[in-house]
């Protein structure tokens, strides 16, 4: 019998990427945990391949398409009267951004199964009723916007969430849910379902990436604008579309018995986007401290500083304000070498352009561009890792640096500077592991840096923090035992109920 | 993280919505061309009489039964080469032709040598009768390629000149010559017309294969475009079989050409009656309602509120309101005119005098048929294609059905037929009203 169902939404195990290392991570450091995969997708013409070899204690691995059309009919008895009413107080809710349990609760029980199931999603996509319904809403609330974005708006918004409740999910005792979203849902879903509890780790968080892509993208038909006031708002749709979100958010985060993120930031995001705070738990990810550390000792040049960059060369790293940073540091130590380590090959429109610039500025013979190597024999050789992103969640080539106690220079985004400062009052009293500095800045960003360099014993207490941190909060094996005892717990109130209902 | 989020661009701008556009591709025209040039035809003939009467006879088989058989590709071909235009395929058209041709060819070469190789006229006759069959079932089948692209020039003209030649030949050879004389010199006519248009299409169609035979997957997915020629067709031509082969039909030719001269020649003139009115709302389709059905399908990809998609539609029914009526009203008058004044009508075309009860019934139901007829396209053009064979199979067993029961009473002549007419046309246009109502629903709920 399963133990732990994972839903996971465009991630583990046909995208690689650090939420679907982290889940494998779990799954394997875990043996003794049978873990069932509930993986969404848009449809089946999706085009996958495994990016990771299941390991053995995975019981499925199970699709879910929510967009795919279903054709088949379900029995239908039960009250239609009060289904329709629960689907037109549904529809005013969630295009207004919200989805309380109660509506759910009523959707849940005249959608999702005999006795009481009394319409099913043939007639919810396309009978007649539903358009009446949808007619209506609009003329109430949608005045003169295009119609036919409208449509189509509520198809994809609710399609998806007709579609899961008639879906058969399996068993499990504890649902965890690896983001909100349509796996949030399939999560509240199944736990209601099964009676099983759910729990919710998000790394970034799905309602604000949502909104950022929403916000920004070209494809949701925005109104011209008529007349000379500037729009303030994102338009109509883009509303509606950050409205769903919102409520699929709030949803998932109500019926989570416990909620788990990485970093402090995110759960103060979390709580804006209507998570109670009392119910998050900060679980940050971990390393494998022991495959940092190297066997042999470290061949370290003389005299000569090294500065490390890991990490792709693409926009978001922001390569161009460290390259900047990088040339006033040398003016100062001449002797510096830098490595930039990480593939160059993702936008190679803008690694033209950082390599450009770094002939530009007289660094082409100190800084030294590797592509994808094997970081780990880099990390004992780095005097300092920066980090210059413009945006972060947890990134874990600080924690990976650290085990090899290489002070850290990052920008104050995502989860940078609770790593280098700390959360909690005793991490903080180990002190700071490097200096947090502005985004974009490439003068704070070499001062951090020339700090570091002039003072030995500066560096060598932030050495000291950095390896004390990782190991004391940022340790794989803690991390897979706080998620085991999560586990275990969750596991074993289910199965009392299950002893208890006889 | 990915998310579903990315998904959806898919759903802008392409496939889905801009599909809504091919319908106006279809053309009213070709829907009824081979009927139109059918009974003229036959007309033509019936009006020419004291001729051979295994010509006659073998002309109205040939053309009854090519439009049958015909009938069963005609509609779903013509979706076929729609779909394939808007999607700018141009090189299908000639293989699908071919291949078309080629299996109606073939079918009409067994049953047109069983069938005519039983005629008890000489060979030469019969033999002159199975290539006539051939023939125009290809015409049928070539008006449909370049009905789809609008070459309606070409199509008038051959038809035209090839007609003229038909009945010149058939007249100056059937004097010395006899039957023969006439049907080699109609086919010679016929013949024309199929190789000016075979012309035409191959000069104007580029293709790489010889045969194409993909349309055939269409039959699958609109069963009931692929019948609704042959239903319709076999409608129209029910009430006549059911008479040629109860007592008021003759052999006119061993062993099984029967026919009821008068019945069919009443019919075929009756038809001629609302020609002009067909046309004249032909031409209005291709114009003012075929603008407003775009601008409806248009305005909603264009983000129209649905307010303003609504007055679209409105505008759409006012148009067929006022085509509609036009002919209700013009064509109404006219055959009003034409019943009373029937008796005339048949002194001044040379007829017996008795048949003209009869004509006065056909007159009526032709009314009735041709408003069927538009009905049925109105549907098509808005693909609510198992209305329009209902409309059709409703007309089919209505006509079955009046007509043999019918038979018991020599009065009721006729009365079978239009009865079966009024039925089609009233199932019909309650499905037009109710389609046009449900517009808005069933163009978004469909996709």
Excluded at chain 1, 84 to 103: C, H, N, P, S, V
Aim: proline share 3%; hydrophobic share 45%.
């Amino acid at each position: 019998m399963t133990d732990v169902a994972m839903i996971l939404e465009g991630t583990y195990p046909y995208v690689a990427g650090g939420v679907s290392s982290w889940v494998h991570a779990l799954i394997t450091g875990m043996p003794d945990v049978r873990f069932g995969l509930i993986f969404i997708a848009a449809n089946r013409e999706w085009e996958k391949s495994m990016k990771f070899t299941l390991p053995p204690n995975v019981d499925y691995l199970l699709e879910l398409y929510v967009y795919e059309m279903v054709t088949a009919r379900l029995p239908r008895r039960g009250p239609r009267k009060e289904a329709w009413d629960a689907i037109e107080r549904f529809y005013f809710e969630y295009l207004q951004g919200k989805f309380t349990m109660e509506t759910w609760e009523k959707l849940y029980k005249y959608l999702s199964g005999d006795p009481y199931r009394a319409l099913d999603i043939a007639e919810l996509a396309f009978s007649y009723k539903t358009w009446e319904r949808l007619v209506a809403y609009y003329r109430k609330h949608g005045s003169s916007v295009s119609f036919v974005d409208f449509y189509w708006t509520w198809r994809f918004a609710v399609y998806p969430i007709f579609q899961l409740f008639c879906m058969e999910i399996p068993f499990a005792k504890v649902y965890h849910a690896i983001c909100t979203g349509w796996a949030g849902l399939i999560g509240v879903m199944g736990s209601r379902k099964h009676k099983s509890p759910l729990i919710l780790t998000e790394h970034g968080i799905y309602t604000n990436e949502r909104k950022i892509e929403i916000s920004q993208s070209e494809w949701i038909y925005t109104e011209k604008d008529e007349g000379l006031t500037l729009r303030r708002d994102v338009g109509f749709f883009k509303e509606l579309w950050i409205n769903i979100f919102l409520a699929l958010g709030k949803l998932t985060y109500d019926k989570c018995s416990k909620i788990y993120t990485l970093y402090g930031g995110n759960k103060k995001m979390e709580t804006t986007y209507g998570a109670n705070p009392d119910m998050i738990e900060v679980i940050p990810n971990g390393v494998k401290i022991d495959q940092y550390i190297p066997k042999n000792p470290v061949e370290k040049p003389e005299g000569v500083f090294i500065i490390g960059f890991v990490g792709r060369v693409v926009p978001i790293k922001d390569v161009k304000t460290f390259i900047r940073a990088c040339r006033i540091v040398v003016e100062k130590f001449p002797n510096t070498e830098i490595d930039v380590i990480g593939p160059y090959d993702e936008d190679k429109e803008y690694s033209q352009e950082c390599m450009d610039l770094t002939a530009l500025l007289g660094l082409s013979e100190k800084m030294h561009y590797l592509g994808k190597v094997d970081v780990k024999q880099y990390y004992p050789k780095l005097d300092v890792l920066v980090l210059t992103s413009v945006s972060e969640g947890q990134p874990l080539v600080i924690l990976e640096g650290y085990c090899s106690g290489v002070p850290v220079v990052a920008t104050d985004v995502g989860a940078c500077s609770e790593i280098v400062f700390g959360l909690e009052p005793e991490d903080k009293a180990l002190g700071p592991s490097g200096f947090i500095t502005r985004v974009g800045s490439p003068q704070e960003t070499a001062e951090a840096i020339i700090k570091i360099f002039s003072d030995p014993e500066l560096m060598e207490r932030m050495r000291e923090s950095g390896r004390q941190r990782v190991r004391k909060y940022y340790n794989y094996d803690d991390m897979i035992k706080r998620y085991h005892d999560i586990y275990d717990h969750y596991r074993e109130e289910r199965e009392k109920q299950q002893v208890a209902a006889g | 993280m990915a998310g579903i989020g990315f998904k959806l661009r898919t759903f802008v701008a392409e496939g889905t919505l801009m599909g809504i556009l091919k319908g106006y591709l279809y053309s009213a025209v070709i829907s009824s061309g081979p009927w139109i040039i059918t009974v003229c035809t036959l007309a033509a003939i019936s009006l020419m009489g004291g001729h051979e009467k295994h010509f006659e006879v073998a002309i109205l088989y040939v053309y009854a039964f090519s439009l049958i058989v015909t009938g069963l590709f005609q509609f779903i071909v013509t979706r076929f080469l729609a779909d394939r235009l808007y999607a700018e395929d141009l090189e299908v058209f000639l293989p699908t032709f071919m291949a078309v041709s080629l299996v109606v060819s073939l079918f009409q070469a067994v049953t047109g040598i069983l069938a005519f190789g039983a005629m008890e006229t000489s060979l030469l006759f019969r033999i002159l009768a199975v290539v006539l069959y051939i023939v125009v079932s290809n015409l049928w089948l070539s008006l449909i390629f370049l009905g789809v692209v609008r070459a309606y020039q070409t199509i008038v003209w051959a038809f035209v000149i090839g007609s003229l030649i038909s009945f010149a030949t058939a007249f100056l050879l059937g004097k010395d010559f006899g039957g023969e004389g006439y049907i080699f010199g109609f086919t010679l006519g016929q013949f024309a017309i199929y190789v000016t248009l075979m012309y035409v299409m191959f000069t104007e169609f580029e293709a790489k294969r010889v045969f194409d035979f993909s349309f055939l997957g269409y039959f699958k997915v609109y069963p009931a475009l692929a019948y609704l020629g042959l239903v319709f067709y076999m409608g129209v031509w029910a009430d006549k079989f059911l008479f040629w082969w109860s007592d008021r039909g003759t052999v006119i030719v061993a062993p099984i050409f029967r026919a009821s001269l008068e019945y069919d020649t009443a019919g075929f003139i009756a038809q001629l009656s609302v020609l002009p009115a067909l046309a004249l709302f032909m031409v209005k389709v291709e114009t003012g309602f075929y603008e407003k059905y775009r601008d409806f399908y248009g305005g909603i990809t264009a983000k129209l509120s649905f307010q303003d998609i609504e007055t679209k539609k409105r505008e759409i029914v006012e148009n067929l309101k006022s085509g509609f009526g036009d002919f209700l009203r013009v064509q109404g008058l006219t055959t009003f005119f034409l019943v009373v004044f029937a008796p005339q009508f048949f002194y001044f075309l040379w007829l017996s005098d008795a048949g003209y009860a009869l004509l006065q019934i056909h007159l009526v139901a032709a009314f009735w048929l041709t408003g069927l007829l538009l009905a049925m396209i109105i549907l098509l053009y808005f693909e609510y294609y198992p209305q329009a064979i209902i409309s059709a199979g409703v007309f089919l067993g209505s006509n079955l059905l009046f007509t043999q029961v019918g038979l018991r009473w020599r009065a009721f002549d006729g009365y079978g037929y239009l009865l079966a007419c009024l039925c089609g046309f009233l199932v019909a246009a309650w499905f037009v009203a109710r389609g046009l109502a449900l517009l808005e629903f069933v163009t978004f709920s469909k996709q």
